[in-house]
């Protein structure tokens, strides 16, 4: 079977690499991605964006499968568009329908879906701009810090946490009248602070059977010590040592089970992958910690699909196959017992302004270790250039935590170009965690 996979960042150049070992995978296409899935496919140059020439090229290559790694074609309805066409209904799509997919794009649509399914979530309102007084007074019922949400899509960069009540209340302002999110930010979500670890559950589902996949944590910080700006992501670890077989029993029964639930129940149509992102409370509880909901995804997340994706041992199109056909039930998820601890390397300045086109040296002198792209390309003269913020990130699998740690920060050594900069505490906060 021919496969196209739409994407082309690190999440996408993992799936490529899990994909491409498949036997049931002739071909595989990756638009556009990257200098990296070329090791893995054929990349080709479409906009994930444009759904008819995306339908063109599947029809003219004869591809049985579109695996729709970001976000963004999903909002927009990508797999209705094919639904919608006589000749392509019949392709495999993995990835919800639009319908689905405002789980993501929006927030005021996942607070509510959860508060009619009785899904734990904080307590929240949603305000536009015509009830911005409401809002602030909202504000002033809560406790420090505040908590606000651009409804819509905004690159991960929509959420802010703010310690003062007057700030809070600016920016609520700025985001509600001042245009800072753009239309994401038409509405705001005010939520309830939540004190606890995040972490985040994946989900594959084919709207009525679930495969839960390997937790992870990702750091989203620039700085070390959860310091600075709000990134894409700048590191992973799978799994997360105090998810076990007894957290997970109950992350399964107050939120996994009610969501696909939830979505069967209002005959939402999703095939494809859930991020539940949690924020996990009372850690110090004997009953163990409280999961509480504080974001959904419909796709799979980036960085932490680098570290969730190497621990799976069963063949991943047969998974999809299935997700699309509507039989998980039949399927087989074996997982990797390892630990693996993923770090992201970016560019000088980012998430602000970076330079661009800077050659990588050392991408194939790492060895027992995983290279993913997220922002890179060939230049003309073959040599492998930074083509974004977020450039490439190492995977490791080892028996332990902090030996994938290890050997992970050891394999980014090998690797440099001009203003590399990497997090180099990742994991430390799992590690505190284990050792009590």
Known sequence: MNILLLGSGGREHAMAYKISQSPHCQKLFIAPGNAGTTACGTNVSLDPMDFEAVKRFVADNHVGMVVVGPEAPLVAGIADSFDADPLLRNTRVVGPSQKGAELEGSKDFAKAFMERHQIPTAAYRTFEPATVAEGERFLESLEAPYV???DGLAAGKGVLIISDLDEAKRELHNMLEGGKFGQAGAKVVIEQYLSGIEMSVFVLTDGRNYKILPSAKDYKRIGEGDTGLNTGGMGSVSPVPFADKE???????LIVRPTVRGLQKEKISYRGFIFIGLMCCNMDSPEGPDPYVIEYNAR??????ESVFPRIKSDVVELLEHTA??????????????????VMMVAKGYPEKYAKGRPISGLNSVEGSLVFHAGTKVGEDG????AGGRVACVTTLSESLPEAL???YNAIDCISWQGKTYRRDIG????????G
């Not at 957290?247 to 029964?253: A, G, I, L, Q, R």
């Not at 040599?383 to 930074?386: E, I, N, P």
């Open 325 to 342: 056909d509507g039989t998980l039930d039949e399927a087989v998820l074996d997982i990797d017992p390892r630990y693996a601890a993923c």
């Open 300 to 305: 799979m997340g980036d960085p932490e699909t």
């Open 148 to 150: 606000l949400k651009a």
């Open 247 to 253: 957290f997970m029993k109950k992350v399964e029964k």
């Open 406 to 408: 290890l050997k992970c």
């Open 383 to 386: 040599q492998v250039l930074t």
């Open 428 to 435: 430390q906060d799992l590690l505190k965690l284990m050792i």
